[in-house]
């Protein structure tokens, strides 16, 4: 056999493998379909059991704004106040316990929190300062540790293995948009093979989901239907969302400010916030909705905000069609996820409601909610979905 056949038996088969495997790869991913969205669905179909929490107990002189986010750490919560800038610390029963309040430019302070998570590992807490540092807690409030990026960014996550991921929007000719910093400081750029990841104005701080039990990182871009896995540094499409008969109202185009298409009757639309929660079997995204265009059937009063959960055992469900079988339902606000929990922030509309209404709720201690409320509490609802 001539030098020319031997070449074409053994190159084109591998070529046609290394298709196969890219095709294999593009295609690897679980299709979500907003047309299989139960309608009739209620609480009891997906959620174990609900709980509350009260934040209660602050000193005198403090009080939350506003939490973007809550983080859970073995003894307890954390409260991300971004608009005062404060992280506050309580335990597991919501009894007040410290703050970070640390604006300044010394070697332990920030100018402004950008982001925040939580840290397994080591038990630390990490702060991204909108002046480009990254700086470490302990929980017991102490700086540990202040780093100058070498990169600017927008979102920070911390995954199995202790080390920071982060998000940014690349500069003009810069490739490198998901990446970890390495020794002296480096870069260290996460694969993003064929995607495309844009950087985004877009106001959202859930960009990052770490899936339990699990290596993987999910994340998730505003205006976009991909929702994709960061693991062993490299970027992989992992779900992606067909809106079916709504896929003509889905913007997938960059809206700076949505509030104004959602007012317009003759702009109707979907669009993804790129916000993204992950539980044991579920994930949560979050969509906006155009007053004529969202899934719900209830409340009666439009709610622009929809959290869409996924679960390959129990399928797809909208919070806005999910029925409380109590005949409460407070407004969703997920502000976190841990375990198989997600951690809804109750709105001072929904706790003014549980006040004049003297709806009896209760701790997972046995107190009565009613009973711990006081000028400068929050009210957490933890629901815990079926495995």
């Not at 709980?51 to 002189?61: A, E, I, K, S």
């Not at 104005?201 to 993987?216: C, H, N």
Request: net charge negative; hydrophobic share 35%; with cysteine.
């Amino acid at each position: 056999m001539n030098r020319f056949i031997k070449f074409i038996l053994y190159v084109i088969p591998c070529l046609s493998l290394a298709c196969y495997d890219e095709v294999l790869e593009d295609k690897y991913f679980t299709e979500i379909s907003m047309d299989s969205i139960r309608v009739n669905a209620s609480y009891s179909d997906i959620i174990e059991e609900v709980n509350y929490v009260v934040l209660h107990g602050l000193p005198d002189g403090e009080g939350v704004l506003h939490f973007q986010k809550i983080l859970k750490f073995e003894n307890g919560f954390i409260g991300w106040d971004d608009h005062r800038h404060v992280l506050y610390f309580y335990d597991n029963d919501g009894k007040y316990i410290r703050h970070i309040h640390a604006i300044g430019a010394g070697p332990r302070e920030y100018v402004e929190i950008g982001d925040v998570c939580y840290s397994n590992k080591d038990s630390t807490i990490q702060l991204l300062d909108r002046a480009h540092f990254l700086l470490k807690y302990s929980l017991e409030g102490e700086g540990i540790s202040k780093t100058k990026l070498p990169e600017l960014a927008a979102n920070i996550i911390v995954d199995s293995i202790g080390e920071t991921v982060f998000h940014s929007a690349p500069k003009p000719g810069d490739h490198c948009v998901l990446w970890k910093i390495g020794q002296n400081n480096t870069l260290n750029c996460v694969d993003l093979g064929s995607h495309k990841i844009y950087g985004s104005a877009a106001y959202t701080k859930q960009r990052f989901s770490q899936i339990p039990l699990s290596e993987k990182i999910i994340f998730n871009m505003p205006h976009s239907d991909i929702i994709y896995s960061i693991h062993n540094q490299e970027l992989h499409k992992e779900y992606v969302v067909n809106y079916g008969e709504k896929s003509h109202l889905n913007g997938n185009h960059k809206i700076d400010h949505p509030v104004d298409t959602y007012r317009d009757e003759n702009k109707p639309g979907i669009f993804s916030l790129g916000r993204i929660f992950s539980t044991k079997s579920f994930i949560v995204f979050t969509q906006f909705n155009n007053q004529n265009s969202g899934y719900w059937h209830k409340p009666t009063n439009v709610r622009p905000i929809e959290y869409i959960l996924y679960s390959s055992n129990y399928g797809t469900f909208s919070s806005h069609n999910l029925q409380d079988d109590k005949g409460h339902f407070f407004y969703w606000r997920l502000r976190g996820a841990y375990d198989n929990v997600l951690i809804h922030y109750l709105s001072q509309q929904d706790v003014n409601r549980i006040i004049d209404e003297q709806i009896d709720l209760r701790t997972p201690s046995g107190e009565r909610v009613l009973d711990l409320l006081d000028n400068n509490s929050e009210v957490l609802m933890l629901m815990k979905l079926k495995e």
